[in-house]
T-cell receptor, first 112, second 114 residues
Framework: EAQVTQNPRYLITVTGKKLTVTCSQNMNHEYMSWYRQDPGLGLRQIYYSMNVEVTDKGDVPEGYKVSRKEKRNFPLILESPSPNQTSLYFC???????????FGPGTRLTVL | DQQVKQNSPSLSVQEGRISILNCDYTNSMFDYFLWYKKYPAEGPTFLISISSIKDKNEDGRFTVFLNKSAKHLSLHIVPSQPGDSAVYFCAALPNAGNNRKLIWGLGTSLAVNP
């Protein structure tokens, strides 16, 4: 089954404790992206990747890192999480040149 | 400032009737528009899209209309079914750059009542 998976689905952590949210897709998509969704602000792009080893900042990259060592995986790293990173996070992927992005189920992160 | 606006946070319709969800945008550089549907605890799911060179696209019960002069698009669902109850997001893609970054509206929660 073609899908985008994210882990964990739910996470409660404390300020400053490094964490990684994994994202994996099995559709051989070149393009991958991370979004966060917040009330009243909608979905905003954090980082994106056009292909392996090619990543760039989206609209709200502060406090986040990403890597793209393999085509299928695009982890989101929070080196020192803060409460303002409490949010719902979505990973998405698409074929290069396609306008349709496929989304993972989301990761709800709470930073205390 | 929101470049894609969905001014109705919620909509309630009777089963079998038409649901009309509206979306306005401000950026004339958008060249592709998409509607996504989202159920609780799931990610957005692509529903239907339309290129800026068209004014209508139809897929089964779902039709999207685009009025470029008014910078307005709408999603029609006919007939509405209880399983259509979800949050619907309008999203737009700019025609510049390689980053296919979706610009999202805040969503409209549709409730279809049996």
């Amino acid at each position: 089954e073609a899908q985008v998976t994210q882990n964990p689905r739910y996470l409660i952590t404390v300020t400053g404790k490094k964490l990684t949210v994994t994202c994996s897709q099995n559709m051989n998509h070149e393009y991958m992206s991370w979004y966060r969704q917040d009330p009243g602000l909608g979905l905003r792009q954090i980082y994106y990747s056009m292909n392996v080893e090619v990543t760039d900042k989206g609209d709200v990259p502060e406090g986040y890192k990403v890597s793209r060592k393999e085509k299928r995986n695009f982890p989101l790293i929070l080196e020192s999480p803060s409460p303002n990173q409490t949010s719902l996070y979505f990973c998405a992927s698409s074929l290069a040149g396609s306008d349709t992005q496929y989304f993972g189920p989301g990761t709800r992160l709470t930073v205390l | 400032d929101q470049q894609v606006k969905q001014n109705s946070p919620s909509l309630s319709v009777q089963e079998g009737r038409i649901s009309i969800l509206n979306c306005d945008y401000t950026n004339s550089m958008f060249d592709y528009f998409l509607w996504y549907k989202k159920y609780p605890a799931e990610g957005p799911t692509f529903l239907i899209s339309i290129s800026s060179i068209k004014d209508k696209n139809e897929d089964g019960r779902f039709t999207v209309f685009l009025n470029k002069s008014a910078k307005h698009l709408s999603l029609h669902i006919v007939p509405s079914q209880p399983g259509d109850s979800a949050v619907y997001f309008c999203a737009a893609l700019p025609n510049a750059g390689n980053n296919r970054k979706l610009i999202w509206g805040l969503g409209t929660s549709l409730a279809v009542n049996p």
